[in-house]
């Protein structure tokens, strides 16, 4: 075989195997590899975790194993605390960059360094032998609670499926394959292998799919994979109506389908739903999948197509590889500490307190061990054993220069700890500046756990307190997996969320720290005030293994602004050392309509004094829908630099689909609206500049009626007033007009419109017959689709 290989080829080869061999190609050898079949020069092909860094375990990838022991591997891998969360702690593993994770990546809100990133990430994979890469993680952070939030980008599609689409480039334009997980609702870590993730039509499309679909039109990645948990009661790695209807007829898809690992429960029904590869290797999967080939359950024809799509990427990442490739890991460490620089948010910055002032002699108290074994990433499969690390407090010291004496306590052990905390508060008064080194428990979240609440560890949050209500001026620098209270933000200086920061963040935040550089990173999440006030927490865990998405389509930002609720900070905050003015926002149109898209454009000022990069963002309200909808929704943004007076023009572009909602009645996307607002902002809640544009609706979409539909809604569609009528002209012997004028009259009855016909014509009316002659208007087309292809 070589890339490329014509229909006939490969037709060729799959008749040269057997049932068995078709079965063992579908189905891992080991834990990260797909069996060969050398004697049809059919090579294997390497995979590893993770988005964010290369793990490659030299005890798993090179020293073979059977199944019981790559089992064993696997759990030892999952089930990992990562002490400190920074050193991958099972077996050996070859150091590789451990770039920013995907909580903090996404708020650089910069398509282009996400690129950058899967270019880094592809030329160690090409050094370690490798040919797919099993990322990017791409789920909605629902809640912050999620234990795999560190390895998500966003609570919004849009800004999730774009950063997906960079990085995913940046891989397969350097000859490696990415695997888009997980597909899909993999919101939570709390029993994922049987929770069910019930989820409503229309939040399933416009939310938890909207990404994946995004991501897939605008990078194509060689692989999906599908999730652990189940949709709607059916196992997600055997829905047909997802891996199927949706993925490849509707959207095209035309890759690989592969499972998360250990993810597939019955072997023929996932091949018959469209999850071709089986990982890893499992003989009683394997018999399972022969013996319904045997019994006929399993046709061959759906075996060779998954057979047909594997080979292809076997094709594809063997043309990919270049052997003998090194890479230049201390470019990369660069590469870590930039993509940290552009991330990294300032949450707070009262009073200018930051930068810190390096040219007065001064004294800083840094407070935390954080500060001297920072956690760079989160624990699980995904963890990667760092090239190095920048300590913060090494890094403090060298930004400091000589004029400032930085000295360190590691603080309280906890919050029974009153002595810790009060011998660091004594220490406090002796400094003119306190950084506090703050973060969440390392015992409670990562994969296979979720977090318990929002809080800081144990001590945290009284010793922040206790140093507020000395007077010092207090900095906190936090590092978390997601969202966290903070019951003391009042009364500190600045605060800069780190999330998990790869092994540059050091540097990165020193350099915030003292003005070396502008941070310009934006939340990619909301930050609650209380965990009470996070959308459809009241439904969360779950129960008797079903989770119900209550919230609907109102996730993150959108429920915070539907329910008028103030978050701690909104979905896009960031602040800078510098100020940005927005100005002369010029829509290319006036009205939209069905297909139409519009050019938005805007002018950028740097209104402050030091160079710096903003973020803006493309916001749409809509006027009086047809459908419920959020106040506003993100559907385009943009990151510029910009030098002090600097102006930048600004274009952005409102696609078709941005205007539309789904519609679960009629199984499609609709467009109906009165209107649009056209909102640009620094984030969801500073907007900056508005304009409107009217709506042109040639159809709305129609409820499909029943005996039971209220008489207010059939009157609503013309076909089924035109039928209706006729027949009671038939029934009382009326005029067509006469008729229509008796159906108005059951308007404002609230009972079905059957009974309501029935008082003016009589009992001879069956039920059966006028259903029948409301599904002749209701048509085939709106008969609706099943819950797993919604």
């Not at 650089?108 to 032998?129: I, K, M, T, Y």
């Not at 995913?168 to 490696?176: A, H, K, M």
């Not at 080939?293 to 998954?306: C, E, N, Y």
Request: charged share 25%.
């Amino acid at each position: 075989m070589t890339f490329g290989s014509s229909d006939k080829v490969l037709s060729a080869v799959l008749a040269s195997l057997s049932d068995q061999d078709k079965i063992e190609l579908l189905n891992g050898d080991g834990l990260w590899r797909t069996k060969a079949n050398y004697d049809l020069n059919i090579p294997e092909i390497v995979m590893t975790d993770g988005a964010h860094g290369v793990r490659y375990s030299i005890t798993q990838m090179e020293n073979g194993g059977d199944e019981r022991g790559s089992l064993r591997d696997f759990l030892a891998i999952v089930n990992q605390t990562a002490q400190g969360r920074g050193n991958a702690t099972v077996g050996l593993t070859r150091p590789a960059t451990c770039f920013p994770n995907g909580n903090l990546l996404g708020c650089s809100w910069d398509v282009d360094l996400a690129r950058d990133l899967g270019a880094a990430l592809a030329a160690e994979c090409q050094h370690f032998g490798i040919h797919l890469l099993l990322g990017p993680g791409i789920n909605i952070r629902r809640t912050p609670l999620a234990g795999r939030s560190y390895e998500y980008y966003s609570e919004d599609p849009v800004l999730t499926g774009d950063l997906a689409a960079g990085f995913i480039d940046g891989l397969q334009e350097n000859g490696v394959g990415a695997a888009l997980k997980h597909f899909a609702c993999n919101n939570s870590e709390i029993e994922r292998t049987t929770m069910s993730s019930d989820v409503e039509p229309r939040a399933l499309r416009e939310i938890y799919l909207a990404g994946f679909e995004r991501a897939i039109r605008k990078s194509r990645p060689w692989t999906v994979m599908s999730s652990y948990n189940r949709i709607n009661g059916e196992q997600a790695s055997a829905s047909p109506g997802l891996l199927t209807a949706i993925l490849r007829d509707e959207w095209g898809y035309d890759g690989v389908v592969l499972s998360d690992w250990h993810g597939i429960k019955d072997r023929p029904a996932s091949l018959l739903a469209g999850n071709d590869l089986d990982m890893p290797e499992s003989r009683r999967r394997r018999e399972d999948a022969l013996a319904a080939i045997a019994d006929g359950t399993l046709p061959r024809h759906v075996v060779d197509r998954s057979v047909v799509r594997v080979l292809r990427l076997i094709e594809k990442a063997k043309a990919g590889e270049r052997p003998g490739s090194t890479c230049d890991f201390e470019r990369h460490h660069l590469l870590a500490r930039r993509a940290a620089l552009e991330s990294i948010v300032l949450l707070k910055n009262h009073e200018a307190a930051l930068p810190l002032d390096t040219a007065s002699p001064s004294e800083i108290l840094v407070v935390g061990r954080e500060a001297l074994e920072p956690s760079i990433q989160g624990s699980g499969s995904a963890t990667t054993n760092p090239t190095r690390v920048d300590g913060p407090l090494e890094e403090i010291v060298r930004h400091a220069g000589q004029n400032v004496r930085v000295r360190h306590l590691e603080g309280p052990l906890d919050a029974d700890d009153r002595a810790g905390i009060e011998a660091t508060v004594a220490a406090a008064l002796e400094a003119d500046s306190v950084i506090v080194f703050a973060g969440t428990p390392s015992d409670g979240d990562g994969e296979a756990s979720d977090r318990r609440d929002l809080r800081l560890a144990s001590g945290q949050d009284p010793l922040i307190t206790r140093l507020v209500e000395s007077g010092r001026r207090v900095v906190v620098v936090l590092t978390m997996p997601d969202a966290v209270e903070m019951p003391w933000i009042d009364g500190v200086h600045a605060v800069l969320a780190s999330f998990f920061p790869g092994q540059g963040g050091g540097q990165a935040i020193a350099a915030i720290l003292f003005g070396e550089a502008n941070p310009s990173g934006k939340l990619s999440v909301t930050f609650p005030r209380k965990l009470g006030d996070v959308p459809g927490i009241h439904s969360y865990p779950g129960e008797n293994g079903r989770h119900a998405y209550s919230e609907g389509i109102f996730v993150g930002y959108r429920s915070y602004d539907l329910r008028e609720i103030e978050p701690l900070f909104p979905f896009g905050h960031g602040l800078s050392f510098t100020r940005f003015e927005y100005e002369d926002l010029v829509l290319d149109a006036e009205e939209v309509g069905a297909g139409r898209s519009v050019n938005v454009s805007l002018t950028v000022r740097n209104a402050g004094t030091r160079e710096g990069r903003e973020i803006v963002q493309l916001y749409l309200a809509p006027h009086r829908p047809g459908l419920r909808r959020p106040p506003r929704e993100l559907k385009g943004f943009a990151k510029v630099a910009l030098e002090p007076g600097q102006t930048c023009r600004v274009e952005l572009r409102l696609e078709p689909r941005d205007f539309l909602h789904f519609d679960a009645a009629s199984g499609g996307w609709c467009l109906d609206a009165e209107g649009f607002r056209v909102e640009v902002g620094a984030s969801s809640r500073d907007i900056r500049l508005t304009r409107t544009l009217r709506c042109i609706v040639d159809s709305r979409p129609r409820r499909r009626l029943t005996t039971d539909t209220q008489p207010k809604y059939l009157l609503e569609n013309p076909q089924a007033v035109a039928a209706v009528s006729k027949l009671l002209s038939t029934r009382l012997a009326i005029s067509e007009d006469e008729a229509v004028r008796v159906l108005e009259l059951t308007r404002t009855w609230f009972l079905g419109v059957h009974q309501a016909l029935s008082w003016y014509i009589g009992d001879d009316l069956s039920v059966d017959e006028f259903q029948a002659l409301l599904d002749r208007v209701n048509g085939d087309a709106h008969d609706a689709p099943s819950e797993s292809a919604r």
